[in-house]
């Protein structure tokens, strides 16, 4: 049986910062949630990773000498097994060392009667998109901030194989 899937559909959207502001400042008035929704959407605009190899990423990865993440599973043409190592840069690292190290998982949460857990990106994204919903951002991803992650890289002068180094193409 083949499998199709459609051919992806270039974006040129980027997030405005004042959105940013706003997805951050609701993200914080969400008291019930226990995913910790700003630690990954920072992660995502400073360290681009999908949100799916966020929410997988693992503390026996950490590299705390060179400060970087071992990725993985990556997307990637050749099929499953890449695994890609990506420096934290900056505050990426601040974030990373913030989260309890309460499970395997970097990005955790507590669950009823103490009980911790991987979070799932599926429900990460749609906490996401209901805030989006509630703000009326409209054509706005989650998965744009990893585009918006390399794009604020180059505006501050780094070069191709620098933001390479992050993004791991």
Same mark, same amino acid.
């Given at each position: +049986?083949?499998? &199709?899937?459609?051919?992806?559909?270039?974006?040129?959207?980027?997030?405005?910062q004042?959105?940013?502001?706003? /997805?951050?400042a609701?993200?914080?008035a969400? =008291?019930k949630?226990?995913?910790?929704?700003?630690? !990954?959407?920072?992660?995502?605009?400073?360290?681009? &990773?999908?949100?799916?190899?966020?929410?997988?990423? @693992?503390?026996?990865? +950490?590299?705390?000498?060179?400060?970087?993440?071992v990725?993985?599973? @990556?997307?990637?043409?050749?099929?499953? #097994?890449?695994?890609?190592?990506?420096?934290?840069?900056a505050?990426?690292?601040? /974030?990373? /060392?913030?989260?309890?190290?309460?499970?395997?998982? +970097?990005?955790?949460?507590?669950?009823?009667? #103490?009980?911790? =857990?991987?979070?799932?990106?599926?429900?990460? #994204?749609? !906490?996401?998109?209901? !805030?989006?919903k509630?703000?009326?951002? =409209?054509?706005l991803? @989650?998965?744009?901030n990893r585009?918006?992650?390399?794009?604020r890289?180059?505006?501050? #002068?780094?070069?191709?194989?620098?933001?390479?180094? @992050?993004?791991?193409?």
């Open positions: +049986i083949s499998r &199709r899937t459609a051919s992806s559909v270039a974006r040129e959207r980027r997030p405005e004042f959105e940013l502001d706003q /997805i951050l609701q993200v914080d969400r =008291k949630t226990r995913i910790p929704m700003r630690p !990954i959407v920072e992660f995502s605009l400073l360290a681009g &990773r999908r949100i799916s190899e966020t929410c997988r990423l @693992l503390w026996e990865d +950490i590299n705390h000498e060179k400060k970087t993440c990725v993985r599973d @990556l997307k990637n043409s050749a099929g499953k #097994g890449f695994h890609g190592e990506f420096p934290l840069l505050r990426a690292w601040d /974030i990373v /060392i913030a989260q309890p190290s309460v499970t395997r998982f +970097i990005f955790s949460m507590q669950e009823s009667k #103490g009980v911790w =857990k991987q979070v799932r990106a599926a429900s990460a #994204g749609a !906490i996401y998109t209901d !805030i989006k509630v703000l009326g951002i =409209k054509d991803r @989650l998965h744009d585009a918006e992650c390399f794009s890289m180059f505006e501050e #002068g780094y070069n191709v194989p620098e933001v390479q180094q @992050l993004s791991l193409h």
